[in-house]
């Protein structure tokens, strides 16, 4: 009987503790081998691209890591033509919805909380051995082509301006986050233009004048960077911008993400 091959993981982690702790789990385990650990998301890459690997557990802040966050990771993963996309398992300090949602959106298999009290890294090797038999069934990477439709695009794209929006705190309750949702979505559409172009379309659409549409807006940033931990906005947000006022204007917020989509899609 042939013996099955061990399971190729690779470990995107900042924290050297953590690198160790798995790897010592790893190493007491013939069924699992670790092809490299880093904190570079590029070195990540490079792994998986040449070591058949079938498993990723992602440090998800990657705070002292290079290149990035785990979602930025799962962002460039997701890009690549692959013969069979790795298992991932993120793994996080944080317990917010949002980052979950996000990780999830960009096909992260399993999120485990290190906060919680029953975490350790064999509970995670565990669900790697579990998972590993649907690797056969994943479609391959390079299947035949399907050309996206105008209406999948922009599925897309307005999954990608919401993800956007909750990484950042905006909330849905607040009127304000619908008009920079459309804002965004149509500059993304019709490329930027001057500010007078898409308040001219929300004022259409919404049948609202400029100063109640832009106060709107307004108090959903204010909102967003008065309630979302700081840590969490120097993240998602890193435009270099002299606020006068605390946080962005509507012009300044609406740009940096229409920027910002454009590059995720």
Partial sequence: MNEVKPMKLVILEDEENEIKRFSNSIDTRKELELVGATNSCSEAIKYIQSNDVEGVIVDIELNKGIGGSGLDFLKELNTLELPMKPLIIITTHSESDAVYNAARKLKADMIYCKAKPDYSPNIVLNQFIT?????????????PYQKE???????RIEEEINEELNLIGIKHNLKGRKYLFDAILFLIEHGHKPEMYYTNHLKDKYKLRNNSMSTSMQDAINNAWRTTPN???????????????????????????VDKVKRSI
Avoid: D, M, V, W
């Avoid at 439709?149 to 599925?155: L, S």
């Avoid at 890193?238 to 012009?251: D, E």
């Fill in 149 to 155: 439709t105008a209406a999948e695009r922009r599925k």
């Fill in 231 to 257: 840590e969490e906005i120097l993240e998602h947000f890193t435009a270099n911008i002299t606020y006068a006022s605390g946080a962005p204007t509507p012009t300044q917020f609406i740009h940096y993400y």
């Fill in 131 to 143: 998972l590993r038999p649907s690797l056969a069934i994943r479609k391959p990477k390079n299947a």
